[in-house]
């Protein structure tokens, strides 16, 4: 290996161009910026979403529904789910997330889908009328947990 290969070749690094130093430089008047136009400006940035002055995208899409930021979000357990705990367990969000029936555990809601066949204490943020109903007449007992 010779130092010859290591310097850096002919034509790889180019001067800095030195616009508006005058008419004979070639890059003087309007330093290569052409003849007005927003490009032209003292600020002339034009961001990537700008149009050229029509009506952009995001405006132009229909805008449809409405969100509310006051909804609920429940994660959803049937009672069937249930049936994996022992006779008497006391069932909870966390104990719901540590089985894998709920990924996050922030507001679950039980939904009567499904028979129980054993008394349960269930604790949770929301039960459907139903839900209610079948784990009472399984000997169970409920618990809702103010959000």
Sequence with gaps: MN???LKIPPGAVHKKKRVGRGPSS???KTSTRGHKGQKARGRGKIYPWFEGGQMPLTRRVPKRGFRSIFKKEFEIV???DL???DAGTRIDPDLLKEKGLVKKA???KVLGEGELDRPLFVKAHSFSKNAEEKIRKAGGNIEVIKC
């Design 106 to 108: 922030k507001m679950v």
């Design 83 to 85: 049936n994996v705990f």
């Design 3 to 5: 130092i010859e290969i």
């Design 78 to 80: 049937n009672l069937s």
């Design 26 to 28: 070639g890059h003087g």
